[in-house]
């Protein structure tokens, strides 16, 4: 197995770890119920894509209290 012939320094190893970081998810309204909703995807709430109602979404019934 290699070895390094010599240490690398802790500024290198920062350097090349500068682009591991975690990006938030763009989100754009969704031009039917205005949530956020990722591009290019179909809205879970209303079910619409491009204007076009694509999934049917089924509505949770609420359970009467006692």
């Not at 179909?42 to 019934?61: A, L, N, P, R």
């Amino acid at each position: 197995m290699a070895l390094p012939k010599r240490k690398h320094s802790k500024t290198r190893g920062r350097k090349r770890r500068t682009h591991w970081v975690l990006k938030e998810p763009k989100l754009v309204p969704c031009p039917q119920c205005k949530q956020p909703v990722l591009p290019h995807h179909v809205c879970k709430v209303c079910g619409t894509y491009d204007g076009k109602q694509v999934i049917e979404v089924k509505v949770k019934e609420k359970k009467p209290k006692k």
